[in-house]
């Protein structure tokens, strides 16, 4: 099973936008997807019971008290797991245990580029990452190109020496997809050509075995 972790600590910096767009994308691929909520909101699950039933199928699980991820379904080909916000000491650890790869979205605010900084400076420090086993990258969310917080936000994230997969914009498309219960996936590409291409650099940095000793 591939594990693929959405973390941050900051609260509201889209972590659960990225959990959710990622499992649609895999689920409307042909895998079988399990969406693990381990959020105290359950913001992911919420979202999963709006899903049509006519959309590509994503299994749910409230994964606030489990420990293995790979035990609780190992039937699935890929789990995306919305990690809680406060992430940090032996939960992150565990987290990181399990994980093969891992996502982190930041928003350009400076509340949320020194919540990442510290998350990071823990982050690299845990031996699973440093040995390769645990992949983490960056993804820039909520980005406005023309605004000069766009500029100070890559500059940050440039300077993380981690792989930055580009940037989501600042839409309301978003907002529209999670009151559905759908992802740009579920819709026809051509509606959504311009939001697509931006998951591209993720999608194919995800689709690596992450490389270690």
């Not at 099973?1 to 973390?7: D, E, G, N």
């Not at 032996?90 to 996502?103: G, N, W």
């Not at 960056?138 to 580009?166: C, K």
């Amino acid at each position: 099973m591939h594990i693929i972790m959405v973390a941050n600590p900051k609260g509201g910096c889209g972590k659960t936008t990225v959990s959710t767009q990622l499992a649609g994308h895999y689920a409307n691929a042909g895998w079988r997807v399990g969406l693990f909520d381990l959020d105290r909101q359950q913001s992911a699950l919420k979202w999963l019971r709006r899903r049509p039933e006519t959309c590509a199928a994503i299994e749910g699980f409230d994964a606030r008290d489990k420990d293995a991820i790979d035990d609780i379904a190992p039937h699935l080909d890929v789990a995306v797991v919305d990690a809680p916000a406060g992430l940090r000491g032996d939960r992150l650890k565990e987290i990181v245990r399990q994980a093969d790869h891992l996502v982190v979205p930041v928003q350009p605010s400076p509340f949320d580029m020194d919540a990442t900084d510290d998350f990071l400076a823990l982050l690299i420090e845990l031996k699973r990452v440093r040995k390769g086993r645990c992949a983490p990258a960056l993804i820039a969310n909520r980005v406005n190109p023309r605004a000069l917080s766009a500029r100070e936000l890559d500059t940050f994230l440039q300077a993380s020496g981690l792989p930055v997969l580009g940037a989501l914009r600042d839409t309301q498309i978003y907002v529209q997809l999670a009151a559905a219960g759908t992802t740009l996936f579920d819709l026809p590409a051509h509606r959504v050509a311009r939001d697509l291409d931006a998951w591209q650099p993720l999608l194919d940095w995800l689709a690596a075995p992450p490389e270690h000793d």
